[in-house]
């Protein structure tokens, strides 16, 4: 049935019905985050037996249970150089949180200023550019730190470089937010074009910064999909300061106690890692180095990433599923090749009912708008749908339930606003 | 022999000949670093085989391998709140290193302020209480923010609390650095009074903080000396949220790879928590899950201390041993009854030079300065001695190293200055 206004009142009908019966079925599921499944997390159980009470850690004269080793050791600094494509003195293998680098990396650029310019705390009127739809972590922390997040709109090939190429003539305008590949929500993979352009931006600032947030670098879902190397680009026209690019383990090992890095220029490298050196002895070498007896080299990771997109395909597929059987001519949705979401829009004006409407039903998404900055979505359409927690069944059921909420939300706007 | 001027040459030169013999032993000893040894972290090697590939992760519903818990995991909250003597509600679990946490609390004093207050990037001339000697990473931290560092005299009580209560009516101050157990580098123990009148504290600025970095709790060599609560005496005197403590089992488990945490009030945590939800999604859990696994409780890492007092006793034993029969009359010593280190005063002016050449025969000590801010000792006096690292006949050798450079540099003072 189509969705025009003389069909509403029956699609409104039939949706209640089935809404009730969603109901009666007390639902308790939870496709709000992307939170690695437990079979996924097992995926990787064999790293705790990697390290035991009899490992050897003392390597090249190093007790890698003691103090010390700033950057990372060596044999980790080699395979995550090698898995992101970058020299060794590109590196900083840290802690267990990528967001944690990214965060302290706007604090230090607040704090102490990027490329000789004064602390951005004593700059005024702050920007900060986000690819909408995007990842709501992100723009937050920017937000907490005063900037003001302007909204750049999002295309299958990257954020619009002309809109990006524009406001970096701004001085004002500090840095961007990019997920280049699987990009958070749409799971979509910036174009050559678009990292070139990357490459080449001259922004106002010296101290403006690519936050690039390579997340999900191997989380391809049948076949990887080729992404150009940001920090190597830039290089080749003396760019290679306005870089930061991160990863972890995150999605790979244990979403709580993986290994995560940073990858940057030589200069940037050496005001982090001074920086880094008032801050912190050295992170946890033995978590690195049970990561590196594991996994052996970054082969051995897109090797262990082909084993996890078994179990993450299916999961999308269920989704696409019932979307093509139950969600078509009402809304949109991306179909990536990997990483943990869905982006879904709606007509205009309904996504926050549907998310209300599922919630109530026990079935919670992302909430609507989450997905832009100030968690304010102008057109109220997107919803992000993360597939990777529930299993399989329970996804055909949660994603039925949205389709039904999203038709009564279009309905009631169709007939009573 | 006496040291006088009279008996200068002499000595002098008996201690050249002794130096030279020295030299000829090509030595490479360092004693510079709180860095425990080998076989203490092999103390703990049990803590690798309490976790394997056949842990259940899954508590309370909670997976400790996933993303999530803010504030640590409920059973090493409970563990490190029993042993720190404060209510679970009142400590935060995180990371592997308590200098890590200082660090962001600093900073976060800089950025948000606190009890709210402007943030301190916005107020001017601030100064910082430093007890000396202290604790060089304590003094640089506050140093790299742009604090005036200010000397607190020590005593074997703890700081000078007269002085402390003076400077603290200047609402400029913001902070003291404090290590209230074993002191680094005395060895002190705060007495009763002294935590009382921290207890009392009437800064003029709100947004004062004691940071209580505790980071030999359970570190004693024989007996453990007792030490009052801070936060629950404050809590007496409504004067909770003065409070930062801080701990880890860096020196319990290992160095690189323990568990750290904050104890602070209940107000101060709300806060906490909530800065904190933008910078990560949560620490590493299983490493905390291990460290309860493997501790049981606040007595199991009491007992496990007694076996690391073992280890430590006779390197102190050595160190007072030779001190006694080759430092006598030239130096005063500390002898602590716990911690890390032995805090040694020698004749002033010759501190320095008495390093210089110990490093220049092999043997490395904390650089003379390092335990005052600016790194600038007025005296040229104190030396911190870090007994822990090296083997126990090493440290023989290395401590008559430093007796004989201790009186070559006074016998050239006495004679050339």
Partial sequence: MEYTRENAPEILSEAKQQYEKYLSMRLNLNMSRGKPAPDQLSLSSGLLDAINGKTIFNVNGNDYRNYGILDGIPEAKEMFASLCGVRTSQICVMGNSSLNIMYDMVQRGMQFGYSGEKPMNAQKNLKWLCPSPGYDRHFSV???FGFEL????????GPDMDVVEEYVKDETVKGIWCVPKYS?????VY???TVERFARLQPA?????IYW???YGVHFLDEDVPLLNLLNEAEKYGNEDLVFMFGSTSKISFAGSGVAYICCSEKNMAQLTRLLSFQTIGHDKINQYAHVLYYKNADGIREHMKKMADILRPKFLKVFEVLEKEGKGLMKWTVPKGGYFISCDLPCGTAKRTVELARQAGVIFTGAGATYPYKKDPNDSNVRIAPSYPPVNELGVAMSVFCCCAKIAWAEKELFC
Avoid: H, W
């Fill in 205 to 209: 600032a010296k101290d403006f910064r």
């Fill in 184 to 188: 958070n929500p749409q799971g979509y």
């Fill in 191 to 193: 174009s050559d074009e």
């Fill in 142 to 144: 920017t937000e907490l």
């Fill in 213 to 215: 947030d390579n997340a």
């Fill in 150 to 157: 302007i909204c750049v709109p999002m295309t299958e090939n």
